[in-house]
């Protein structure tokens, strides 16, 4: 595998469930990011990790929880959410660590497409 | 804060025309600017980017200048195809903490007939 992944690639859920996205690098960053994409509105960022450390929370709701265990991996638990979570959910690394620059492209994955009923 | 606008489609050309997608910036700083682009059922990929004033990124046939005297990035391209069809998104990245946080236009989707 190169890039980043993301599993599931299709995910609907009931507003009871709890299901978890995956998301892998395998580019040996040390930075990665959550993103909501949804219909006619800008992406939005949600959360950022850098060294397994959440350094940005975009004031998500709780019932998204992220987790990064590691600089490779990154999830998003997912509980009792609303239809309007309904979304695709986009993964992102970068090089960040210490010497972060605004010069640092983001890679992104394919995203998992939530449907919440 | 930070803000990027851009001309939000969709946008249909027929096949070798020229295209332009405007795209302008509020920002404090020295933001770097990207274009992504996101073909159907995929993630964003970058598409290019400039990283100063008056740096020209370009790739793929694809060119856009950063303006800083009108914080501007238009992409332009002089004939585009078919497999051009896509999603293009304008962003900038600046200081947000310990990472630079990219801010991302709405997108803008661009159709090519054959």
């Known amino acids: 595998e190169t890039g980043v992944t993301q599993t599931p690639r299709h995910l609907v859920m009931g507003m009871t469930n709890k299901k978890s996205l995956k998301c892998e690098q395998h580019?040996?960053?040390?930075?990665m990011y959550w993103y909501k994409q949804s219909a006619k509105k800008p992406l939005e960022l949600m959360f950022v990790?850098?060294?397994?450390?959440?350094?940005e929370n975009n004031s998500v709701p709780s019932r998204f929880s992220p987790e990064c265990p590691n600089s490779s991996h990154l999830f998003l638990h997912l509980h009792t959410l609303q239809p309007e979570d309904s979304a695709l959910y986009l993964c992102?690394?970068?090089?960040?660590?210490?010497?972060?620059?605004?010069?640092?492209?983001?890679?992104f994955g394919p995203g998992t497409r939530l449907t919440v009923l | 804060g930070n803000s990027v606008t851009q001309m939000e489609g969709p946008v249909t050309l027929s096949e070798e025309a020229f295209l332009t997608i405007n795209c302008t910036y509020t920002?404090?700083?020295?933001?770097?600017l990207f274009w992504y682009v996101q073909y159907p059922g995929e993630g964003l990929q970058l598409l290019l980017k400039?990283?100063?004033?008056?740096d020209k990124g370009s790739n793929k046939g694809f060119e856009a200048t950063y303006r800083k005297e009108t914080t501007s990035f238009h992409l332009e391209k002089g004939s585009v195809q078919v497999s051009d069809s896509a999603v293009y998104f304008c962003?900038?990245?600046?200081?947000?903490?310990?990472?630079?946080?990219?801010?991302f236009g709405k997108g803008t989707l661009l159709t090519v007939n054959p």
């Open positions: 920002a404090t700083g020295y933001p770097s």
């Open positions: 990790y850098n060294f397994k450390e959440q350094t």
């Open positions: 400039a990283t100063k004033a008056d």
């Open positions: 580019l040996g960053h040390n930075a």
């Open positions: 992102a690394s970068s090089q960040g660590g210490g010497a972060a620059r605004n010069t640092d492209t983001q890679y």
């Open positions: 962003a900038l990245s600046n200081s947000g903490g310990s990472n630079y946080k990219l801010t």
